[in-house]
Each structure stands twice: as structure tokens, then as C-alpha cells.
């Protein structure tokens, strides 16, 4: 049950980055850009990536680089670390809510969509995430799965 709750604030993460368009998982770390990214644009989503595991576990960067390298997955790293499935579970969602919210606030600010619109849109992805239903539902074929290399 540990490991569903995992994957699922996992596969819920990958596709609130994606959604950003700030994700880029190459080489294990789920689905790519496309072929019309530049390299700056590979580097910096990467290198974004990198940041954004690191904040999670609470790490150096260099420690999510080497583990990444190593082909070890995200759950292996954060167990060496301290960190149960559980936990990182949380920290995955705390953070997922955060940048959801500052890109909801960014849209409100814009005038893409009204506040109400961002408060109601916050409060599906909050369920569907509790419920193990994540946003990222069907996203298996696309790479995400249980034990997903970092």
C-alpha cells in the first residue's frame, strides 16, 4: 500500500511538472521533451530536476546527481537517506501543493482564470491525489512506474 501511495505522489508530481513545462526526465527520469528541444533547454530542465529531488529528500544536489547516475531510483535514494516511502510520500505532495498553488496564483494574477477557477481547480487535484487517482493516471506506458530510476 506504502509503494501504490508512492507512486502515485510520484506519477502526481511528474505530471504537475510537466503541466509546468519545466519537467524534462531524461535518461530514467520518465518522459523526455521531444526532439525540438534545444540543449540549453535539456540542460536546465534537468539540472531543474535535479534541484527539485534534492528539495524533496533534503540532500545535496550532487547526492541526487550521483545516486541519478548510479541508476539508483528515487525510493532507493531516499531510503538510504532515512526517508520511508511514507514520508517521502508527504514531502512529494507538500511540494507538489506549493508549486501548484504558485502556478494557480501566476494564472490568477495574469487573468487567465479567476480565483474561483484556481480554488476549485486546487481542490480536484487535492482529491484526486488523496484518492490515489493522481493526475498522472494512465501515464504507465509513458515510463512511470514504481521504482522509476532517478
Request: aromatic share 4%; no cysteine; glycine share 12%.
Amino acid at each position: 500500500m506504502k509503494r501504490k501511495r508512492v507512486l502515485a505522489a510520484v506519477i502526481a508530481g511528474v505530471a504537475l511538472a510537466a503541466a509546468s513545462g519545466s519537467a524534462v526526465f531524461a535518461n530514467g527520469w520518465g518522459f523526455g521533451m521531444g526532439s525540438n528541444a534545444t540543449p540549453d533547454e535539456i540542460a536546465q530542465q534537468q539540472t531543474d530536476m535535479f534541484q527539485y529531488k534534492a528539495d524533496v529528500l533534503g540532500v545535496k544536489v550532487d547526492e541526487v546527481k550521483d545516486a541519478w547516475a548510479k541508476g539508483q531510483t528515487l525510493e532507493e535514494l531516499a531510503n538510504a537517506k532515512g526517508i520511508t516511502d511514507e514520508q517521502l510520500q508527504d514531502k512529494m505532495q507538500a511540494s507538489r501543493k506549493t508549486k501548484m498553488q504558485a502556478q494557480l496564483k501566476t494564472l490568477v494574477d495574469k487573468g487567465v482564470i479567476t480565483q474561483a477557477q484556481a480554488d476549485q481547480r486546487l481542490k480536484v487535484m487535492e482529491d484526486r491525489i488523496a484518492s490515489g487517482e493522481g493526475p498522472g493516471k494512465g501515464m504507465r506506458g509513458m515510463g512511470m512506474h514504481r521504482g522509476m530510476e532517478l
